[in-house]
């Protein structure tokens, strides 16, 4: 059977060609009868391992018994399985089939057993890599957070978006885990912000990179936004003389003025393409001091023991969390604020529906009846009513700093340099 031939029994003719990337190597590389990907008992063990609960069990037995009697489910599964845990590419599963027409209630759960297949391949990645199997289970459990937030609108639809396949290959691959609260990835450096700093001093500043837009209030532009009204251009030069730029405050804006920090005093201790962990922050668990802490030290010891000689520059996290509009949605002693406070806070360019899916299993809430069942969300709403801004931030804390973590090591000694720039 083709790949169309297929989508019409499942009454998904209209699908766009990239989902038939790889069908035919798919078809000859899975086994037909699929009994090591739709067992009962290890699914279920997987589920377990995963953190989701035991009352799964039945709906995933039966589901899978259906997928192996069914031909068309059956081809279906053996190429997203495939395309999932073996194949280089896609990344993105985003425009993968809901299959409701085929499956009604059970659509997520097809995308869930898909899922829960990745456990194993995960488990033997990280046995290689000789990573303790509690950060196994922690890194496993992403499976079953990635399941409530599919819940949030429809909780008639336990199981999974096939969207969220995509995030789970970094799992199997090795790639992301998770360490305490936080996720963690060793990647390149993505940018917005260059970060120089005077050991003599002990100071750190970030300057804006060469040619980025901001606003009247030091927020980045997007590139689609026209410039408005007080908005300005950074400029960055370095080279063998001075250093001179548009220093950006830990608070997270960039300032119009240019300062100069002398070539001999000042070093780069961060640029683009550096690598860095990037911080991800899941849902669930408090975000206190201690927490925080104990995972970027964790974090630390873990990737120097086991990706020996792939040493980091930063940690750093883009994300909603750290978006100027935090500070007027949660009271001042909100852990969160707490976390932006210890940390180096930079603009970074986002549209104003980014991070909404995490709060709201959406990217569009006002064009949707979404829950305001918690403080967070309703405040949340709110602001998007009123026309607040809404976008992402971006965050670096240093590795060499974690020992003064606690006593806010960048907006402490801020107001020194700042008080040069006013005297210039």
């Not at 798919?26 to 699929?34: G, I, Q, V």
């Not at 590419?89 to 869930?112: H, I, M, N, T, V």
């Not at 405050?249 to 201790?269: D, N, Y």
């Amino acid at each position: 059977m083709t790949f169309r031939e297929t989508l019409a029994e499942l009454g998904e003719a209209n699908l766009p060609e990239t989902v038939s990337t790889g069908w035919d190597t798919s078809m000859a590389e899975m086994p037909d009868d699929l009994a090591a990907y739709l067992d009962p008992k290890r699914l279920s063990e997987w589920r377990e391992f995963a953190g989701l609960d035991a009352a799964l069990d039945e709906p995933i037995r039966v589901l899978a018994a259906a997928i192996r009697e069914n031909a068309a489910l059956s081809r279906f599964f053996r190429h997203t399985c495939h395309r999932l845990c073996f194949a280089g590419e896609p990344r993105s599963f985003a425009e993968w089939p809901d299959l409701e027409q085929a499956l009604g209630p059970k659509a997520r759960l097809f995308y869930l057993i898909v899922a829960l297949n990745t456990v194993p391949l995960t488990r033997k990645r990280h046995r290689k890599l000789r990573v303790s199997r509690q950060v196994t289970r922690d890194t496993c459990r992403d499976i079953a957070i990635k399941c409530d937030r599919g819940a949030i609108l429809r909780p008639d639809l336990p199981g999974l978006e096939p969207r969220e396949l995509g995030w789970l290959r970094r799992h199997l691959k090795g790639e992301i885990f998770t360490l305490g609260r936080f996720q963690y990835g060793l990647y390149p450096y993505r940018g917005g912000a260059e970060v120089f700093r005077n050991d003599a001093e002990d100071q750190v500043v970030a300057l804006a990179p060469p040619e980025a837009r901001f606003d009247e209030e030091g927020q980045r532009l997007a590139e689609e936004k026209p410039m408005p009204p007080g908005g300005w251009v950074s400029r960055l030069t370095v080279g063998e003389g001075d250093i001179r730029g548009n220093p950006i405050s830990p608070e997270g804006f960039a300032l119009p003025r240019e300062a100069t920090l002398p070539a001999g005093l000042w070093r780069r201790v961060l640029s683009t393409g550096d690598p860095i962990l990037e911080i991800h922050i899941p849902a669930g668990g408090r975000m206190s001091p201690d927490r925080c802490l104990a995972s970027l030290k964790e974090a630390d010891r873990f990737f120097r023991r086991i990706f020996v000689g792939r040493l980091f520059r930063a940690f750093v996290c883009y994300s909603w969390f750290m978006g100027p509009q935090m500070k007027s949605l949660v009271p001042p002693t909100a852990n969160i604020l707490g976390f932006q406070r210890e940390t180096y806070l930079f603009p970074v360019p986002s549209s104003p529906r980014d991070g909404l899916v995490f709060l709201f299993g959406t990217s569009d809430p006002m064009s949707r009846d979404v829950p305001r069942d918690t403080g967070l969300r309703r405040a949340v709403m709110e602001h998007l009513e009123s026309g607040g801004h809404w976008g992402n931030g971006g965050m670096f804390f240093l590795p060499e700093d974690l020992p003064r973590y606690g006593r806010q090591p960048y907006r402490s000694r801020w107001r020194r340099f700042e008080k040069h720039l006013e005297d210039l």
